[in-house]
Antibody, heavy 119, light 111 residues
């Protein structure tokens, strides 16, 4: 079955950077678009970024545009999110999610990795 | 800026029926927004309940159903059970510049 395992979270100072990773298995990774979705502590869900199956197009929420970069390595079945210029408002659990194809939804989710931005 | 609206909370009696809604601050929700519903228990990743307005995800009990009611998407829980007491989120696909917007979530209490 689909398995998504995020890693790379941690505590970082404001203005810092991290690279989050998501290792995928149980499906043909190179055939699916992939997302990052985040959830601040005690808050709701927020879509962050999407990358097409072949990496040809990338899309971002306005709140992260210019600071975050989504990428993928289909040879390693791995999704990435480079997060730069972090602020306290970026503190959240970051989930990767398998795209739902033509139904435009988040089919399967990982368990998430926590990013804490604090001085 | 588009805002997706959900009721903050809802109560339902065990065995009862509750309908949660998902609307837009401006305009109507249609199937073109591919409304999707997720259930999330504290500390866990979301679980897909309904996608493409009314398609149940694999393994989801048929007491969960999705629809369009008036100008909103709706999630109906029929025959509510104790373990349905948790948070529910809808999300809409906005197309255009390719983006998705979540509602603020509804906390369902079964009592």
């Amino acid at each position: 079955q689909v398995q998504l395992v995020e890693s790379g979270g941690g505590v970082v100072q404001p203005g810092g950077s991290l690279r989050l990773s998501c290792a995928a298995s149980g499906f043909i990774f190179s055939s699916y678009g992939m997302h990052w979705v985040r959830q601040a502590p005690g808050k709701g869900l927020e879509w962050v970024a999407f990358i097409r199956y072949d990496g040809s197009n990338k899309f971002y929420a306005d709140s992260v545009k210019g600071r975050f970069t989504i990428s993928r390595d289909n040879s390693k079945n791995t999704l990435y999110l480079q997060v730069n210029s972090l602020t306290v408002e970026d503190t959240a659990v970051y989930y990767c999610a398998k795209g739902g194809g033509t139904y435009y939804y988040f089919h399967s989710w990982g368990q998430g990795t926590l990013v804490t931005v604090s001085s | 800026q588009t805002v997706v609206t959900q009721e903050p909370s809802f109560s339902v009696s065990p065995g009862g029926t509750v309908t949660l809604t998902c609307g837009l601050s401006s305009g109507s929700v249609s199937t073109s927004y591919y409304p999707t519903w997720y259930q999330q228990t504290p500390g866990q990743a979301p679980r897909t309940l309904i996608y493409n307005t009314n398609t149940r995800s694999s393994g989801v009990p048929d007491r969960f159903s999705g629809s369009i009611l008036g100008n909103k998407a709706a999630l109906t829980i029929t025959g509510a059970q104790a373990d349905d007491e948790t948070d529910y989120y809808c999300v809409l696909y906005m197309g255009g510049g390719i983006n998705w917007v979540f509602g603020g979530g509804t906390k369902v209490t079964v009592l």
